[in-house]
Every structure is written in structure tokens, then in C-alpha cells.
């Protein structure tokens, strides 16, 4: 429908009144009917008009309420529509703007899903691609918009200020560059604040090397404390140049008690472009260097190889403690270069080994260079002093002399020779040649109390348990030894005299 068949199907035009009621002419009953016909008064149409309210307009048979002609010959440029809603339509019939009756907002969506729902048909401003655009805002113009591969770009006024989410099957973001390579692809600086003033804040970025500059946080605040600033670095190579580095810095205070806090700008940490860490210093000599501090580790192990070079002449330790600013044979050994050996090089006080708080084995040092224990490649242990075994009276209950029984025990065992399976039990470096000993098992059968089961299930003797058997089967035999000699004294004594009497 166009305007011209609109007032068509419309009452008569005002011009077409006016005549009727001219002076000295008689209106007909028409002339009411069409007068009556024209105003906004009545009911039973579409538009509807009281004396206390405003215009009233009523929709159509297809839902439409108004309809927006620009000149009588034109066709329907717009209508408004109001069925479940409120649409703006075009001539076509297209909603172009529609608001629910839950409050949803539809711009080219006549069924919005969200609060303002946005569809578009067709390209739009800004190179074909713009949705949001706010022209004519400082030197260019601020807009958001995506490209045909489904790019996204948020710009600001200035012509370098961007950002842009790659969507095209990348996923990349860039901020300030239009082809970010990485997913978070960032030129210029980024800081990292707290507060509007940037009085607490972190700055982060890089540094050209050809300028003689140092990169770090460019306040320090004394008011409104925080613990870490990160401050990288890096200097031109040269006289004096440290080389590109990473530096990790603690933001002191002015005043304050808590323990995460100290006064003053501290560098806490370094890493050097030659890989060395410095915690505590800002020069590390080797890869590790932990200055006027502990290391602890915790629910963990820490593994140890084979040095690749020979510190100060010391061959192949795994682990070196420095002293006085030099290497120390009696104070620095863990570990060899020798296969299977291990050296344990302690300079003063005692080596020992201890598990859950009790001493299971102690080395005590001597002033001479002779070794207090050493323990060979093949299980000997020789002793240049001895071996010792607790025995005082204070550890020990339940105490009672052994036995005749276990004295005679001692016939039923049985001395034997024999060589170790040394290629089937390679693990357990046995050595050659013929061998005198116990076997474990009839030992077992004897002497239970010195046999030990080991974790593997193979036996061991205590054969220093057998000294005390040995010892009381000497007594006896002594007083058995003593007895005998009194008789022979004794029989000796009865032929003297019967020599005599003869």
C-alpha cells in the first residue's frame, strides 16, 4: 500500500469539507456524517482521542499500529508494530528495532536474547566492518569491529591504540598490534596498578640494548605498602656490562613490623644471561649462588651428578662446601670420580648417620691421618683400634648366665671351608679364594639367637656372639682340667705312700 490508497480508504479531506460550511450554505446530513467521520472522538476505529488522554492508536488486522509515508506517491517507508512487543519495521517488513516485553533489546533481531542483542545483514561502516562506531572523538574515531574471518578489533581515537582478538581459528590477542603472533601478543609496556595514581604499581617490558638506560618501577611507594616489584634489565654488552639479565627486587618501606617486609629496596634475585642464579647476591659465580641465607626442602630429594669440571683441583664431587674463599680437601668431599667409590671428607668434630633422632652409625676423628674405620670393596672391616659393641650394665635386663646346655651345644657345630658364588652374586662383591666359616643355616639350628634374616631373606652370623659360649666353654673345660689334675695329684699322693709302706 502507498499513501495515495491510504486517504483513499480514508474519510473526506479537510479541503473537501471546508466548502459545506461556507456562509449561506446549508450543510447536508452527509456533510456531518463525513465532518463527524474525520475527528479522533469517536470510538470503533483505530485512533481514539478523549478530552483527558493522549492519542490512542489501535492495530490493523496485521498487527500494525502506525505506518510512515515521506510523500504521497511513495510506497511504506516504516511501521510501527506492537504484537508481542514493539518492532520497527522497514518497508519490507524487516524488524530493525524491537524491545520485549521482558526488556530485551533487539537491533536487527526481532527475537533478542540478551539485554541488547545485535545482528547485522549486511556490512556496515568503518572499511565494511564496524558494528559500534563513534566518529569524530579526538584524532580519528573510536570503534569496535570484526573482519570477515571473524576478527575482533577494539580501537580507541588514537590511530596506534588497538586491540584485536583473533577468532579466525588463531585464538591470539593483541594489544597495540594489529597481527598478534602469540596468544597474548602485547607492543609497549604493560603495568600492572592498583591504584588510579599509579603510585603502586608494576612495570614490565623490554629494553633496546643499544640505549644506555635502566629499566624499573618508576615509583616506590612509602605510604601504601606492597612486597614485590619485578624489575627486568638489561645492558649493552661492553666494558663493564653485567650482560642481559632478569632481576627480581622486594619494595622496601618506611616503617611497619611485619615479618614479609624489610626496610629499603632489595635486589632478592638475579638471573645472569650466563644462567647463573644469584638469591642474595647480585653477582653469582656458579649456576646456583645463595648468599647470608639457608636452603631447605621439603616432602622432596635433591640429585647431585658428576661435576663437569675440576674446581680448584678437586676431582669429580658431586657436592662442595666452600670455606674462606677456597677449596679444602678435609672440608669439601661428597662423592668421587672413581667408580663406586664415595668419599665423605669431614676437617673437624664427627661424621655420623642418624635416623628418627638415635645415632645409628658414628665416626669419631683422630688427630692423626690413620683412619679410625675403613670399610673395603669386597665386606671387611678392619679397625686400626679395634672393634667396640655397647655393653654397659645400664642398657642391659632380663640377665642370666649361660647355660651348660648351651655350652654343649657348641659339639654339635661344625667347622667349614667353602668359596663365595661369586658370578651368581656379583651385587655383593664377593671375594675369591677358600673361605673357613659357619653355614647360617645349621648355625640356625643351634645358636638361633646369632643368626639375623636380612630384608633380602639371606642369613648373617654374629659370629662375636660366640666369644661368651666360647669363653664359659673354657671355664669348664679349666675346671674340669682342675679337677683332673687333683685327682692325678690325689692317686699320685695314695702310690707314693704305698711305696713307702712297702
Not at 511501521?79 to 530493525?96: F, P
Not at 607492543?187 to 635502566?214: C, F, H, M, W
Not at 615509583?219 to 654488552?237: C, F, K, M, T
Request: hydrophobic letters at 35%; proline letters at 3%; one cysteine or more.
Amino acid at each position: 500500500m502507498n499513501f495515495q490508497d491510504f486517504l483513499i480508504n480514508t474519510t473526506t479531506a479537510r479541503s473537501g469539507l471546508k466548502p459545506s460550511f461556507n456562509t449561506g450554505e446549508t450543510p447536508t446530513q452527509q456533510n456531518f456524517h463525513d465532518l463527524i467521520d474525520g475527528l479522533f472522538l469517536l470510538q470503533d476505529d483505530s485512533v481514539y482521542k478523549d478530552a483527558n488522554n493522549g492519542l490512542a492508536v489501535r492495530t490493523g488486522a496485521d498487527d500494525q499500529a502506525l505506518l510512515f509515508f515521506d510523500h504521497e506517491s511513495q510506497d511504506l517507508t516504516w511501521s510501527l508494530e506492537i504484537k508481542d512487543g514493539l518492532h520497527i519495521k522497514d518497508k519490507d517488513g524487516n524488524a530493525r528495532f524491537s524491545v520485549l516485553s521482558d526488556g530485551k533489546v533487539g537491533i536487527g533481531n526481532i527475537t533478542p536474547s540478551a539485554c541488547l542483542h545485535v545482528v547485522s545483514d549486511a556490512a556496515s561502516l568503518q572499511d565494511n566492518t564496524a558494528q559500534f562506531y563513534a566518529p569524530n572523538i579526538g584524532e580519528s574515531s573510536s570503534h569496535i569491529h570484526w573482519g570477515a574471518t571473524g576478527d575482533w578489533y577494539i580501537r580507541s581515537a588514537a590511530p596506534e591504540g588497538k586491540v584485536v582478538i583473533q577468532d579466525g581459528g588463531v585464538g591470539n590477542v593483541g594489544i597495540g598490534t594489529d597481527g598478534p603472533g602469540q596468544k597474548l601478543d602485547i607492543k609497549g609496556k604493560l603495568r600492572v596498578s592498583d591504584q588510579a595514581t599509579n603510585t603502586e604499581n608494576v612495570d614490565i617490558y623490554y629494553q633496546n640494548a643499544d640505549v644506555n638506560e635502566t629499566l624499573y618501577s618508576n615509583s616506590y611507594p612509602d605510604q601504601h605498602e606492597r612486597a614485590v616489584i619485578l624489575r627486568p634489565n638489561a645492558y649493552q654488552d661492553g666494558a663493564g656490562a653485567g650482560g642481559a639479565g632478569f632481576q627480581f627486587w622486594t619494595q622496601g618501606i618506611t616503617g611497619g613490623s611485619h615479618p614479609n617486609y624489610e626496610k629499603g629496596h632489595i635486589q632478592a634475585m638475579v638471573i645472569r644471561k650466563n644462567g647463573n642464579i644469584g638469591i642474595g647476591t647480585a653477582s653469582p659465580g656458579e649456576k646456583l649462588n645463595v648468599y647470608n641465607g639457608n636452603i631447605r626442602l621439603d616432602n622432596g630429594f635433591m640429585r647431585f651428578d658428576n661435576t663437569p669440571s675440576s674446581p680448584s683441583g678437586i676431582t669429580g664431587y658431586c657436592l662442595v662446601f666452600y670455606r674462606d674463599g677456597s677449596y679444602y680437601n678435609y672440608n669439601t668431599g661428597f662423592g668421587k670420580s672413581s667408580d663406586k667409590d664415595v668419599w665423605f671428607n669431614v676437617h673437624e668434630g664427627s661424621f655420623k648417620y642418624t635416623w628418627a633422632g638415635y645415632d645409628r652409625l658414628t665416626i669419631n676423628l683422630r688427630s692423626n691421618t690413620s683412619a679410625y674405620y675403613v670399610i673395603d670393596a669386597h665386606g671387611k672391616i678392619a679397625s686400626s683400634d679395634g672393634l667396640v659393641h655397647s655393653s654397659d650394665l645400664r642398657f642391659k635386663k632380663d640377665i642370666t648366665p649361660i647355660t651348660s646346655e648351651a655350652i654343649t651345644k657348641l659339639g654339635q657345630l661344625q667347622g667349614k671351608t667353602f668359596q663365595w658364588r661369586t658370578e651368581e652374586f656379583k651385587e655383593k662383591n664377593f671375594s675369591e679364594g677358600t673361605k673357613i666359616g659357619f653355614i647360617a643355616q645349621e648355625m640356625l639350628n643351634v645358636y638361633p639367637e646369632l643368626v639375623n634374616e636380612g630384608g633380602d631373606g639371606y642369613y648373617s652370623i654374629n659370629y662375636s656372639g660366640l666369644i661368651p659360649i666360647l669363653t664359659e666353654a673354657v671355664k669348664d673345660l679349666n675346671n674340669k682340667n682342675e679337677a683332673l689334675e687333683a685327682r692325678v695329684l690325689h692317686l699320685e699322693k695314695l702310690v707314693l705312700s704305698a711305696n713307702i709302706e712297702a
